[in-house]
């Protein structure tokens, strides 16, 4: 018997009458007769966001996803998918009273997410393997388990923002700047954010939502936020690049932009363009002039380092692009170019930019140049707080 089997529909209820008809999910019937899929990764925001709806009187379905071997790592902390925290998962949900299912999505989350982030690194790129996650196993296979089990929406414990506007639903960065997690989403399509939900988007603080916990008498109200790769054990992300592509270990030279061998390494995968530790050549081969990786050429498995300098970048191309403002916005784009806000890594802030089509290649120009601009990374277009899509920077980055 399929999941989708063992549980029944949801009665159709009445709609409700409270806030103009709609319930606090948009729909027009009341908690009880609508049924909510949450992501339940055993972390405090996706657990909390299941004790808020259960409370609410919502019919909740707590799913968690396997999505790798957790074997090795089940005494691993900070890692979002491992054994103790679907044990913890369980565990909210036995205290919350709701049905939960483990789903076992190993196959797909290497094939989807595992392989591509060494294929990239392999490419000499630097990957983001939570925006591959959440575009697949989650938006898209999570997504299509809550439907076929009846469900009306797919929650998660994402801190962004889901708002109604006249041509359908909106991505929005979260209330909190500090908690925003809109970068890691801009490639949802238009119809999955349709299915979404993130009820703690508009909070002011992770305090909050920590607080919120513990009133629902949740035991991960404390647990730590999740700072590691899921499926790296120990951190060591070129471990498992190694492993799964081992080309992207084999040794190279380490040349300066002025064509100087410096020195040699062992492997682009331990790289990224802006990096200054870990190049393995002393002062005396540079003079004691600070070097960054400018550029990474997996052809030739060559390392380019330079001065600080030459990383500023000004123009950026970017490909398998995503739009959440209308289905395809750059074949609106005026020929000036439309004023925009970019986000090239999660960490930072949004520049200013001009977002133009230029030969069929959408390419983003910064108002003032940024350093580390790597291939593979994404760059994700705002407006103000709205998320308009985003694409990857291409390795053909290379105006200034």
Avoid at 155 to 161: K, R
Avoid at 229 to 252: D, M
Avoid at 317 to 334: E, F, I, K, V, Y
Wanted: hydrophobic share 40%; with cysteine.
């Amino acid at each position: 018997m399929t999941l989708a089997q063992q549980i029944a529909p949801a009665d159709s209820g009445v709609p409700c009458e409270v806030n103009g008809g709609m319930n606090s999910l948009g729909f027009a019937k009341r908690p009880a007769d609508t049924r909510v899929v949450v992501a339940m990764s055993g972390g405090v925001d996706s657990s909390t966001v299941a004790a808020m709806l259960a409370a609410e009187g919502y019919e909740v379905i707590g799913i968690t996803l396997q999505l790798y071997d957790h074997g090795a790592a089940v005494a691993k902390k900070g890692a979002c998918c491992a054994g103790d925290d679907i044990h913890d998962a369980r565990r909210v949900s036995e205290r919350l009273g709701i049905a939960h299912y483990v789903l076992d999505y190993e196959s797909r989350f290497r094939q989807d997410v595992m392989e591509p982030f060494a294929e990239a690194y392999a490419r000499g790129e630097t990957p983001i393997p939570c925006v591959a996650c959440n575009r697949t196993v989650k938006f898209r296979d999570l997504l299509a388990a809550a439907r076929d089990l009846g469900a009306d929406a797919l929650a998660t414990g994402h801190y962004v923002q889901r708002r109604d506007g006249g041509d359908g639903a909106e991505l929005h960065m979260a209330a909190d700047p500090a908690r925003d997690q809109s970068y890691f989403l801009y490639a949802t399509t238009r119809e999955q954010l349709d299915f979404l939900r993130f009820p703690l988007g508009g909070l002011a603080s992770k305090a909050e939502t920590r607080a919120l916990a513990a009133s629902h008498g949740l035991a991960v109200a404390d647990k730590p936020d999740s700072q590691d790769i899921c499926f790296v054990p120990n951190g060591s992300y070129a471990a498992v690049v190694q492993k799964l592509r081992p080309e992207a270990g084999e040794p190279g030279e380490v040349m300066h932009l002025d064509g100087r061998l410096l020195g040699r390494h062992d492997g682009i995968l331990h790289f990224t363009v802006g990096q200054r530790r870990g190049l393995g050549i002393g002062d005396a081969e540079t003079g004691g002039e600070p070097l960054y990786v400018v550029r990474l050429e997996p052809e030739t498995r060559r390392v380019v380092v330079g001065p600080e300098a030459a990383l500023g970048r000004t123009r950026i191309q970017l490909r398998d692009l995503n739009w959440l403002a209308g289905p395809n916005l750059a074949d609106d784009l005026p020929v000036e170019g439309l004023a925009v806000q970019v986000k090239i890594r999660s960490t930072r802030p949004p520049v200013a930019a001009t977002l133009f089509l230029r030969g069929g290649v959408v390419e983003v120009v910064l108002d003032l140049p940024e350093k580390a601009v790597a291939p593979g990374q994404a760059c994700v277009i705002y407006q103000g707080t709205r998320v308009l899509g985003g694409g990857m920077i291409a390795r053909e980055t290379t105006g200034r």
